[in-house]
Nanobody, 125 residues
Framework: QVQLVESGGDSVQAGGSLTLSCAAS????????LGWVRQAPRKEREWVAT????????YYTDSVKDRFTISLDNAKNTVYLQMNSLKPEDTAMYYC??????????????????WGRGTQVTVSS
């Protein structure tokens, strides 16, 4: 059973930085797509970023490109989301998600099989 446990959410001022972590366990396949999906109050879920393991190929939604970086520590089975230049519109619950390594529609939140419980990020102006 795959388990994803997020940490690192916090309240920060606009322009600040945060790093989210997601500890993954229970994988039996050699590869996966690990990513982050966020949901703000009264808004739909929004895909943020995905990294395809073990190749390390990363994908980002346009609104976070050049500000967020997704990375993977294979030894620790942990995926990170480094978030810089945070904006109030980044405020949301951030969920770690996992799907098959050959996932094509990685920008669609419904395509992910496993979800963590989420970690809250709040950015104040």
């Amino acid at each position: 059973q795959v388990q994803l446990v997020e940490s690192g959410g916090d309240s920060v001022q606009a322009g600040g930085s945060l790093t989210l972590s997601c500890a993954a366990s229970g994988y039996t396949d050699k590869g996966a797509c690990l990513g982050w999906v966020r949901q703000a109050p009264r808004k739909e879920r929004e895909w943020v970023a995905t990294i395809r393991t073990p190749y390390g190929i990363a994908y980002y939604t346009d609104s976070v490109k050049d500000r967020f970086t997704i990375s993977l520590d294979n030894a620790k089975n942990t995926v990170y989301l480094q978030m810089n230049s945070l904006k109030p519109e980044d405020t949301a619950m951030y969920y770690c998600v996992s799907g098959p390594a050959d996932l094509v529609q990685f920008s669609r939140p419904d395509e992910y099989t496993y979800w963590g419980r989420g970690t809250q990020v709040t950015v104040s102006s």
